[in-house]
């Protein structure tokens, strides 16, 4: 499939809009949806997509791209070609693994130096509040970064220190004061059961998971909704994999706090007795957990209580990953997923019953509404941009090694039987994937936050 310069229109029988699914044509001008007509134009030509469904591009609000400093694990370029064949239109960077961490506006400044002329999707960037940079915030928000993130445990990254109860205290007013919001990663270290467990068996993914207890999440989401609930400040739960903190979300949640929830697609499809020892492409934190406390979360996500799926991409090179040794203690932990989140999310997903529609809503239009994008984003409209999906449904996603476009290689979804091909993926009206093509790379662009 060809771009097509000047108007034009995207034909399908089955276009997601917010209304529902329906045959249409979607006309594009100069990068943005100027039209929907429900019988074809006779004055402009269209693309014929057939019965592939035609939907608003994915938004994916949680990616590590690692750049600058860190370009061997991932980068800007990598990042957002695999973003692109994954179907992501949209995605925004985590202020830590690249170096300088994004914890001031020196940083951030380098960020967007080092992305410039780099992408292939959109891209936006989340500052980070660790101790000591209460006075950072606000030049970091004022720049027009989306969020502000913080670790309530270790991140990995000594030059990223996770805050304390105080930091939280006196960053949170100013954060509100933005209202954007802040995003939690939420374990809080109570115990350390790692080391001796950890010891015992270093190759067994068991002795990690029970490493982190559940409790850790538990104990984090309450401190969190206790400070929501003080400062008012919109706080957002990233990856929840514990079960256990679904009730007393709900209840923050029904008492009006501004609480939103996440999780990710390895803790929807893979469950913690399906991982064999050594196989150290499955380490995150928080880990993936048994069947059973995951089936809640697809039950969270049916009710609205989680109301994204977004990546957590995170990334490594093979000897930071362990992929030799298989010891989990010392392998980093991230789960390097950008490209499959689709295809992943709904192969399970429809397994349960749901339907393209909620694909839609939990990884494309809650994410733009999240972010506050959603004035043109998120949705096929008239005036919002013309970031779009192709995919199949029913067609299977090539996921051997050489079609892999991270880069490294390195995937827990690396040879699984996935279902839902993306097809193409149109960046402001340009078509950047098409079936293992990338006929425009680099036409994405950098979005900011304006300060209103």
Known sequence: MNSITGTFAFHSARVVLPTGIAEAWVVVEDGKIVNVLNSGPMDIPWIELGDAVLMPGLIDSHVHINEPGRTAWEGFETATKAAAAGGITTLVDMPLNSAPVTTNLAAFQAKLAAAAGKLTVNCGFYGGIIPGNTDDLAPLMEAGVLGIKAFLSHSGLDEFPNVEVADLMAGMPIIARFGLPLLAHAELVSDHPEASLMDESPRSHDAWLRSRPKHWENEAVMLLIR??????????????????????????IAEGLPITVETCPHYLVFAAEDIADGQTVYKCAPPIRERANNDLLWEALRTGLISMVVTDHSPATPDLKGIDTGRFREAWGGIA???????????????????????????????????????????????????????????????????????????????????????????????????????????????LRENR
């Open 227 to 252: 400070l929501c609930r003080t400062y008012r400040c919109k706080t957002h739960i990233v990856h929840l994999s514990s079960a256990e903190a679904i009730p007393m979300l709900q209840a923050a």
């Open 337 to 447: 997923s950008l490209q499959f989140s689709l295809s992943a999310t709904w192969t399970e997903a429809e397994k349960r019953g749901f339907k393209i529609e909620d694909i839609y809503h939990w990884m494309s239009r809650n994410v733009a509404q999240f972010l506050g994008l959603d004035a043109t984003k998120g949705s096929i409209a008239p005036g919002f941009d013309a970031d779009l999906v192709v995919w199949d449904p029913s067609g299977t996603c090539p996921t051997a090694k050489t079609d892999i476009q991270h880069r490294h290689p390195l995937s827990p979804y690396e040879r699984m039987n996935l279902r839902g091909r993306i097809l193409q993926t149109i960046v402001g009206g340009k078509i950047v994937y098409d079936q293992g093509n990338f006929p425009n790379l680099g036409c994405g662009n950098i979005i």
